[in-house]
């Protein structure tokens, strides 16, 4: 099985989010768990991370044919990055939303233009929910 997974922005900030509230998360972790808990499931990976729009859907647009399965932590996008959610849309892709949990400074999922998408959304410590994201859609494959 193949999985795409599409850091939104500021996430390559999350080391100094978690330092605020006492943890020591970076991406680099967040990843490297990911990985290390796809291997163990034979799942593939390509994992991209961006502030910039279009680069975001370059990444959905090439990868469509690779997999249509798709963990998004969209972040401030999730608000109002229409042009995301129609990329997603039109490439057909099994989308699992993250929406990191209040200590994160994230947002509600009932305000998120992405949950009426989503296949799943995952609430939840950014420590945690990437993994359940990836148990889920291996549970549906």
Known sequence: MKVLILHG????????????IGENLTLDKINSNI??????HDVELKIFQTHKVFQAINFIQRNRN?????IFAPMAWALYEFSILEAISICKSNCTQLIFNDQYKSFDKDKSIFTSLSANSVVGSPKEIYVKALDLIIAQN
């Open 9 to 20: 922005p500021n996430l390559n900030l999350i080391g100094k989010i978690s330092s605020n």
């Open 35 to 40: 990985k290390k808990h796809a291997r163990k």
């Open 66 to 70: 690779w997999s249509n399965n798709l």
